[in-house]
């Protein structure tokens, strides 16, 4: 399994970004799928997962209404719209698939990582 995130950058407070992730050696039908963040000194953390298996999604609560978790099955593709950017959104964004289950939001359940895409968000 591979993915490789993209569409990291520098943006204002109030911006927005599209971050993708193409995945290869996965098929996006059976198991759980998400962004997480690492900013610095911090944990990482879930973002958005969507259960490829149903559909449902997860949002942590301080990206609620502002991100959006979607996937293109035909390109295999993830992404995560993220709207209204704020400074503490600033941090390394990893996309990672689970081959075991259908929807977790702690990072020990995922078992394929990408590299990361780094997001700034200036004041």
């Known amino acids: 399994v591979q993915l490789v995130e993209s569409g990291g950058g520098s943006v204002q407070s109030g911006g927005s970004l599209r971050l993708s992730c193409v995945v290869s050696g996965f098929a996006l039908d059976h198991y759980a799928i998400g962004w997480f963040r690492q900013a610095p000194g911090k944990e990482r953390e879930a973002v958005a997962v969507?259960?490829?298996?149903?559909?449902?999604?997860y949002y942590a609560r301080p990206v609620k209404g502002r991100f959006i978790i979607t996937t293109d099955d035909v390109q295999n593709t993830v992404f995560l719209q993220m709207n209204n950017l704020k400074p503490e959104d600033t941090a390394m964004y990893y996309c990672?698939?689970?081959?075991?289950?259908?929807?977790?939001?702690?990072?020990?359940?995922?078992?394929?990582w990408g590299q990361g895409t780094h997001v700034t968000v200036a004041s």
């Open positions: 969507i259960s490829t298996n149903d559909g449902s999604t």
């Open positions: 990672a698939a689970s081959t075991t289950v259908t929807m977790a939001s702690g990072p020990e359940f995922y078992d394929a």
